[in-house]
């Protein structure tokens, strides 16, 4: 069974279309006009090795928010539709990624229940014309619209492209482990995630 989707959302704000393939090599395609975006969900891809094609576009002449939330969300509902039932995953996925200096632990939970906790809601400032604190836009998203509970620990570091770095590839390595099937039942006492 291929467990592949491809979803397009959307608003006046923003127009964005994902395919995944949870079970992919890291191939990629990412195409958006906010250009450390693109960075982050090409590193996605390659350490996760999930085939990635983003094709994205947006109100970026008012400010990057609208398009990385809405990427967020919008992956988010890619990896949901492409789980299907979620039969047979491992369903708890966790990872430590060292980036230089920093360093950040996540853990997810395919739950049904979308939830998202980072620990660093004052680390602020700017990459290249980033916003770094949008990056926890994107995850909020992506936990609420997957029905997922996740959690990135920043632990340690100073350098916010490091940082950010670390953040994608965690998530990264802790979404494939989550995914990963283990057996052929629906990994939940209640018999549905």
Known sequence: ME???????????????????????????????????????????KHGR????????????????HLVEDAGITLGMAVRK?????????R?????????????ISSLDIS?????????????GKITEFDFELIWEFFKGFALESRSTLHIKVDRGYN???IAEACFK??????????????GDIPSTKGAI
């Not at 085939?51 to 002449?61: C, E, N, P, Q, R």
């Not at 049904?112 to 602020?124: A, C, D, M, P, V």
Request: glycine share 10%; net charge positive; charged share 20%.
């Open 3 to 45: 467990r592949v989707a491809t979803v397009r959302r959307t608003t006046k704000e923003t127009d964005i279309e994902i395919y995944i393939n949870l079970d992919g090599k890291g191939n990629y395609d990412v195409q958006t006009p906010i250009g450390f975006l693109n960075h982050m969900l090409e590193s996605f891809a």
């Open 50 to 65: 999930f085939d990635l094609i983003v094709k994205a576009t947006g109100d970026v002449h008012v400010s990057h928010h």
């Open 82 to 90: 492409a789980l299907g039932s979620a039969k047979g995953i491992k």
């Open 92 to 104: 708890y996925g966790w990872s430590i990624v060292p980036m230089d200096e920093a360093l950040v």
């Open 112 to 124: 049904g229940r979308g939830l998202f906790y980072h620990n660093k809601k004052t680390l602020r």
């Open 160 to 162: 916010l492209h490091h």
């Open 170 to 183: 965690s998530f990264a390595f802790t979404l494939k482990d989550a995914v990963t099937i283990i057996g």
